[in-house]
């Protein structure tokens, strides 16, 4: 039987999770601009959940691309 070491939140508990943070956002994106799942991130659901809607509210204010075919966020 395999353990499972938990991975550790790669947030602070202070850190908060702003739509216009746009270095911390791109953190958690692929190459292409899709939103990493919470078991590569790490995150807590609260917190994936609220990363989720900052990405998707900066991608429509054009903080973000939707799609990125170069590659270089």
């Known amino acids: 039987m395999a353990i499972y070491r938990r ?15 746009v270095e911390l956002l791109t953190k958690f994106l ?8 919470r078991r590569l991130t790490g995150l807590t659901t609260k917190q994936q959940t609220k990363l989720t809607k900052a990405i998707k509210k900066a991608r429509i204010l054009s903080l973000l691309p939707f799609v990125n075919r170069e590659g270089s966020i």
């Open 7 to 21: 991975k550790v939140s790669p947030l602070k508990i202070d850190d908060v999770i702003d739509y216009k943070d």
């Open 30 to 37: 692929t190459e292409q601009g899709k939103i990493l799942p």
